[in-house]
Structure formats: structure tokens, C-alpha cells
């Protein structure tokens, strides 16, 4: 890796901007094959193995991949493009529906701290969103709530097949240091009431000033985004599928700073797919 490249991740790493967008990496279009899901299988094939080095190669760099066992049987590199029936959902493979904003798997207390996504294809340059926390102006009072336990986060519904339904324990919005906190947040899978009046309130305008904050990344094939999801939000803005094998296409993997948390909480071949009914 150059060492420029490698002094951008470590600075990233280190309490960067919470979003980094890589540009420039060579990818030859007609050896991808067709976005999926018009295969039934992965795709695979030399550009696609070229590219998988790399997100490996970048995740083990940040630190170490991994994947949620619930989600697409725990495989460690997957693909985000449109998938029929899932049009207006809240999964990955919605399109005309807006993917709304959220930390990635926030319901789980070991959600990854970082997502990279490669861009193979976007047609329609159709956007991520995403926002940092920090830069959210939020009042002392919200603050103050969002600090403490009052809040429910359901597993969104890619993960919901492995848990037993069970009521998801209280967990605060924000901690860590207060200028730069940590978030957790994914309004979709919260319900307002949860905490009581007032703690629905402070999520109520959390949630509006994230809105009115939140930024438009439109990814080109070649691009790389990486994102900080412990500091940051993200999601995706609506766009029309084609389902002619020509769709938006991301490749994406989740990588941990540390497996130690995670020891004896994994499964699969690789042994990096987390459990999903950690923390439940
Ligand atoms: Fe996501």
C-alpha cells in the first residue's frame, strides 16, 4: 500500500472526519459480470477477486473484518445492489424507497467501526447520506437525555430471522467524549415512546437535526467510501432499479478495531461472523 494511503488510514483511524472517500481505482467494467442479483450465486471472477483483495486489504489495515451471522449466512464480503420485492424496505436492497440514515447494526453492542464500501457501479451516481454526529448542534437537554439508558433499538430486519423477539435492552444514544461522541441511532428500528415522553422528544430532535445536517456522497465505479460507525450516520437516497444487470452495485465489508471483545461471540468458516444475539 502507498504510504501516503497508509498515513490517510492511520489518520482516520487515529479521529479523522468520520468519512473518507478513496477515488481512482482502476476497475475494468465488462469483467464484473452482471450486477446481482440477476445471478443466484456470488459473483465471482478475477476484477472481483482484484477488489475483494482490497477490502480485506483496507479492513485488516484499520483493523480486523468481520460480518454479522445473521446477515446473508455470516459471509464476509457482501454485495448492496437492488434485489425485487425489496423496492421500499429498510434493507440495503430498497431503491425506490429512501434507506433511512443509521449507525450500521446499531442494535448490537458489537457493531463494526467501520463499514467500507467499494463502489463497482452506480448509473444513476444515486447518493449515500451521511452525517457526522459531531457536527450536530444539539441542546444541553437533549444532550443530557440521550446520555442516559432510556432508549430501544430493535435488530433492523435482515437480522431479525435469528433472534428470539425479545424486548432489546436500553441503551443511551451518545457517550464517550462529549465533543466527539459516539452515536447510536437507527430511527427506523426505534420506537419514540420507549423511554417515556421526554426521552422520545430528545430523539424526536435528534433525529430532525440529523436531517437538516445530513450530506450527499455520490460514489462512482472505482470509489471507495469508508465510514466511521461509531461517530457517524449514513443511508441512501431513493433511485429507480433497473433489474437488467447494469444496477447500482457496492461490495462492502465491516471491519473491528479489536476481536478480543468479540472472543467466543463468532461464528462460521472464517470464524469473524458475529452473533447476532449478543447483548439480547
Ligand atoms: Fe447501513
Known amino acids: 500500500m502507498p504510504v501516503t494511503l497508509r498515513r490517510t488510514l492511520v489518520d482516520f483511524r487515529l479521529g479523522g472526519d468520520g468519512g473518507l472517500v478513496l477515488s481512482g481505482l482502476p476497475i475494468v467494467d ?16 478475477g476484477e472481483l477477486a482484484r477488489i475483494d483483495a482490497m477490502l480485506l486489504l483496507l479492513a485488516s489495515f484499520l483493523g480486523y473484518p468481520v460480518s454479522q451471522a445473521g446477515v ?47 463502489c463497482l457501479r452506480n448509473p444513476d451516481r444515486t447518493a ?17 437525555l440521550l446520555g442516559q439508558p432510556l432508549f430501544r433499538i430493535e435488530p433492523d430486519s435482515s437480522n431479525t430471522a435469528s433472534l428470539p ?9 451518545l457517550t464517550g467524549d462529549p465533543q466527539r461522541p459516539q ?6 428500528f426505534m420506537a ?10 430528545a430523539l424526536e430532535t435528534v433525529i430532525k437535526a440529523v436531517d437538516r445536517r ?50 467466543g461471540l463468532r461464528s462460521g468458516d472464517h470464524g469473524r461472523a458475529i452473533l447476532a444475539e449478543v447483548g439480547r
Open 214 to 263: 445530513l450530506q450527499d456522497v455520490s460514489l462512482a465505479p472505482g470509489e471507495i467510501m469508508i465510514i466511521d460507525n461509531l461517530h457517524t450516520v449514513h443511508g441512501r437516497r431513493p433511485f429507480s432499479a433497473r433489474y437488467d444487470g447494469r444496477d447500482r452495485w457496492l461490495r462492502v465489508v465491516h471491519a473491528a478495531a479489536d476481536l478480543r471483545r468479540s472472543e
Open 183 to 188: 452515536v447510536r441511532l437507527d430511527p427506523a
Open 30 to 45: 465488462a469483467d464484473l459480470g452482471s450486477s446481482p442479483p440477476v445471478t443466484s450465486a456470488p459473483p465471482r471472477g
Open 192 to 201: 419514540r415512546s420507549a423511554g417515556g415522553d421526554e426521552a422520545g422528544d
Open 128 to 144: 449515500t447520506s451521511f452525517a457526522r454526529i459531531e457536527d450536530i448542534p444539539i441542546d444541553e437537554s437533549t444532550r443530557s
Open 72 to 118: 446473508d449466512g455470516g459471509r464476509l464480503i457482501r454485495d448492496v445492489s437492488p434485489l425485487p420485492g425489496d423496492e421500499t424496505t429498510q434493507l440495503g436492497s430498497s431503491s425506490a424507497g429512501e434507506l433511512m440514515w443509521h449507525n450500521e447494526d446499531a442494535y448490537h453492542p458489537l457493531r463494526p467501526d467501520w463499514i467500507i464500501l467499494f
Open 165 to 173: 423477539a425479545a424486548e432489546p435492552p436500553a441503551v443511551a444514544v
